[in-house]
């Protein structure tokens, strides 16, 4: 199946930085990719859409000034903390969106583990 | 709007146990579904998945078949084993805006003993 990267599988920052997390698609393009934050013991909750060439669409409830989304070429987007707190401390994980002959399936990457301090 | 629903966790078995893990949906339109597994620590790998009513989805010696009259997509494997420890996810695909966004159910932590 298709492969999906993240970059980097663990960050541990200081409260009030900014951390870049980077989705790859290694051997197909993406024109949608998506973000989630999954939460210990929890499901994924969408975060947001991103768009190649496009603004990102946020979900309801997800600050867009503060996840910023970058998805400046078909096979790489990016999700950027910025001002990071504890409390956004949690699993992020991405997925690229890959067409099939009538059907269409997402594929993950392995997350992201940030912790804010 | 749609919704997954998952039989809750965690579930516990010896190696060799029949699994069964309930899953039913609510959607409008005619969705896809799929069964994602997420081991310790990573994230989530595509299962098996099915497009259309009546399809049955199938990968590891796990299935699951779609049935539309009951709206279900129960996960089932005749003989697990240790190594298929971890969290298993039930997706619906459902069209919003221009893109289809998975809806997940609250996953089922499953743990098979030696």
């Known amino acids: 199946g298709a492969v999906v990267s993240q970059h980097p599988s663990r960050v541990i920052c200081k409260s009030g930085t900014s951390v870049k997390i980077e989705c790859r698609s290694l051997?197909?393009?993406?024109?949608?990719m998506f973000w989630y934050r999954q939460f210990p013991k929890q499901s994924l909750m969408l975060m947001a859409t991103s768009n190649e060439g496009s603004k990102a669409t946020y979900e309801q409830g997800v600050e867009k000034d503060k996840f910023l989304i970058n998805h400046a070429s078909l096979t790489l987007s990016t999700l950027t903390v910025t001002s990071a707190h504890p409390e956004d401390s949690s699993f992020y994980i991405c997925s690229a969106r890959v067409f099939g002959p009538a059907q269409e399936t997402q594929y993950f990457g392995p997350g992201t583990r940030l912790l804010v301090l | 709007g749609n919704s997954v629903t998952q039989m809750e966790g965690p579930v516990t078995l010896s190696e060799e146990a029949f699994l069964t893990i309930n899953c039913t949906y609510t959607?409008?339109?005619?969705?896809?579904l799929f069964w994602y597994v997420q081991y310790p620590g990573e994230g989530l790998q595509l299962l098996l998945k099915a497009t259309k009513a009546d399809d049955k989805g199938s990968n590891k010696g796990f299935e699951a078949t779609y049935r539309k009259e009951t709206t279900s997509f129960h996960l089932e494997k005749g003989s697990v084993q240790v190594s298929d420890s971890a969290v298993y996810f039930c997706?619906?695909?459902?069209?919003?805006?221009?893109?289809?966004?998975?809806?997940f159910g609250s996953g089922t932590q499953l743990t098979v003993l030696p």
């Open positions: 959607a409008t339109g005619y969705p896809s």
């Open positions: 997706a619906l695909t459902s069209l919003s805006g221009s893109a289809r966004q998975l809806t």
């Open positions: 051997d197909f393009q993406a024109t949608t």
